[in-house]
């Protein structure tokens, strides 16, 4: 079901749901292109956000399931990403609303004037906020809808869920919920990460994964026009244990070369011997804006050269792709 605006009222808030299990550094990147649709965006980690369009609506000059679609059509070129978008008056109703949408993804937009009544045939567990506790707790007094619990007193479904989570249910199944969406970002870092196919003993394997690490993550801060303070490695073993250490850069830095100089210290650091690796991790974090970061009189002129080389290999791989140009050993090992 897809409902548009009417009687002159636009549904005001977005909600968008990624698909599960999405990479945290592909989520920012959702978030990143929700923030071009509008300032006001609320992160849901892991895999969710609020989109407030009341603004953006008049900067765009289109209706709320246009730019659902847009955001569509954005994230599935650019990051190859399917989203479910719900649009609605209220969290609550967007909420809602992208819950029903199938995945891999689609628009649902409910404008105000009928979110009571698109709401009343939809089960109570699918409303968004009530859990399955909650659920099974109506169920038991023949609520089976939303349009039930409207029906029944406030007082009631407060004595059966109890005096703030009953109130909480009994407003929202009307459509009722004042919050706003409240701008949060995620904390800034970028991880990018690698899982070997089988339990690996094999130092140069790892320290080539390691390397390709750093490849993908210094070609992700500079398209992202960020730069990392400090670095985590995090390595995997069978059995599912784990190791992390974090280390900051002499200077906020996107490039390979530092990158690479303070990951192979954190590896070297890990002292490993005979542990069976299952994956490595590599994050960036604190990030800041590269034209944030001053650029310093270099007098090593090997480090200005590859400076120089890498800038070469970007306009490259922004021609013919991020695999089209890169270290030779990574290269290598994967031919």
């Given at each position: ?5 009417g009687?002159?009222?636009v549904?005001t808030v977005?909600?968008?749901?990624c698909?599960?299990?999405?990479p ?7 978030l990143?292109?929700?923030s071009?649709?509008?300032p006001?965006v ?5 895999s969710a956000?609020l ?5 953006a609506l008049?900067y765009?000059?289109?209706?709320t ?8 059509v954005r994230?599935?070129?650019r990051?190859?990403v399917?989203?479910?978008v ?6 609550t109703v967007a909420?809602?609303?992208?819950a029903?949408v199938?995945?891999?993804g689609?628009?649902?937009?409910v ?19 009530i859990?399955?506790?909650q ?7 023949g609520i ?5 619990l409207t ?10 869920l109890?005096?703030?989570?009953g ?7 009307r ?14 870092s970028a991880?990018?990460r ?6 690996t003993?094999d130092?140069a394997?790892?320290?080539a994964?390691l390397l390709?690490?750093?490849f993908?993550l210094g070609?992700l801060?500079?398209?992202r026009?960020?730069?990392a ?5 995090c ?12 280390r900051?850069l002499a200077e906020p ?5 530092d990158l ?11 002292g490993?011997?005979r542990?069976?690796l299952?994956g490595l991790v590599?994050r960036?974090?604190?990030?800041v ?11 090593d002129g090997?480090?200005?050269?590859r ?5 070469a290999a970007?306009?490259?791989?922004a021609?013919f792709?991020?695999r089209?140009i ?5 290269f290598r090992?994967a031919?």
């Amino acid at each position: 079901m897809t409902t548009g605006p009417g009687c002159g009222e636009v549904p005001t808030v977005m909600h968008v749901r990624c698909p599960d299990g999405l990479p945290e550094d592909l989520y920012r990147q959702v978030l990143e292109l929700l923030s071009d649709l509008s300032p006001v965006v609320q992160a849901l980690p892991p895999s969710a956000a609020l989109v407030e369009l009341k603004g953006a609506l008049r900067y765009h000059g289109t209706d709320t399931r246009r730019l659902g679609e847009v955001l569509r059509v954005r994230t599935i070129s650019r990051l190859g990403v399917d989203v479910r978008v719900g649009i609605g008056p209220s969290i609550t109703v967007a909420a809602t609303a992208s819950a029903q949408v199938e995945a891999p993804g689609g628009v649902l937009a409910v404008a105000p004037g009928e979110a009571a009544g698109w709401l009343a045939p939809l089960p109570v567990e699918a409303l968004h906020g009530i859990g399955p506790r909650q659920a099974e707790a109506l169920h038991e007094y023949g609520i089976h809808t939303v349009g039930l619990l409207t029906a029944v007193a406030p007082a009631t479904v407060q004595r059966l869920l109890g005096g703030r989570a009953g109130r909480l249910a009994a407003e929202r199944a009307r459509g009722i919920d004042p919050r706003p969406v409240v701008p949060r970002a995620l904390p800034a870092s970028a991880s990018v990460r690698h899982a070997f196919d089988r339990h690996t003993l094999d130092g140069a394997a790892v320290r080539a994964a390691l390397l390709d690490l750093v490849f993908q993550l210094g070609l992700l801060l500079r398209g992202r026009g960020q730069a990392a303070r400090a670095l985590t490695l995090c390595l995997r073993f069978a059995g599912g244990t784990s190791w992390e250490r974090t280390r900051r850069l002499a200077e906020p830095s996107a490039h390979e070369d530092d990158l690479r100089q303070l990951a192979y210290q954190l590896m070297d650091a890990a002292g490993l011997q005979r542990g069976r690796l299952t994956g490595l991790v590599l994050r960036g974090e604190d990030l800041v804006d590269a034209d944030q970061v001053a650029e310093q009189i270099s007098l090593d002129g090997a480090r200005e050269s590859r400076l120089v080389a890498e800038q070469a290999a970007d306009r490259i791989r922004a021609k013919f792709g991020d695999r089209a140009i890169g270290p030779a050993a990574v290269f290598r090992r994967a031919s």
